[in-house]
């Protein structure tokens, strides 16, 4: 009986962590958010090229991909490849309610595997004066 009891316990505190993960997965990190301006949700097609990451293997690859949310600064992404922290990237932006595109920089701040396997990555935007940081920031404000 108490072998039984305990075994209960176990599994529940294995479920526990389990539903912890995933609040914390599904928070996008909210406790430790560093955005200063307003996300909007967004379906735009993007293509993001590695330019500088650990795995030598990645760098020069482009990547068809889906911006999930955006904002002045930084861009929420789904991709169909896991892309880690720290990696360097160029995008494009075609938005479908603006005409033209907009190259930018950035670097890769979280990755994660969504719940359904997908890869989530949310990126930092940066200023260049050889981007459209300043009209993307423009059409965002």
Not at 25 to 45: I, V
Not at 121 to 137: M, N
């Amino acid at each position: 009986m108490a072998t039984s009891l305990l075994m209960n316990k176990l599994i529940s505190l294995a479920d526990a962590r389990r539903r912890i993960r995933r609040q914390e997965t599904n928070m996008g990190g909210l406790a430790s958010e560093q955005r200063r301006n307003d996300r909007k949700e967004a379906s735009e097609r993007i293509f993001v090229q590695v330019i500088a990451a650990q795995d030598a293997d990645l760098v020069g690859t482009t990547i068809s991909c889906n911006a999930l949310d955006i904002s002045a600064d930084g861009i929420r992404i789904l991709c169909p490849t896991p892309i880690p922290a720290g990696t360097k990237l160029d995008i494009w932006v075609d938005m479908a309610s603006s005409p033209g595109k907009y190259f930018l920089t950035s670097d890769v701040r979280w990755s994660r595997t969504n719940e359904q396997g997908n890869h989530e990555i949310g990126v930092k935007l940066h200023d260049g004066a050889t981007t459209d940081i300043q009209q993307w920031r423009q059409l965002q404000g």
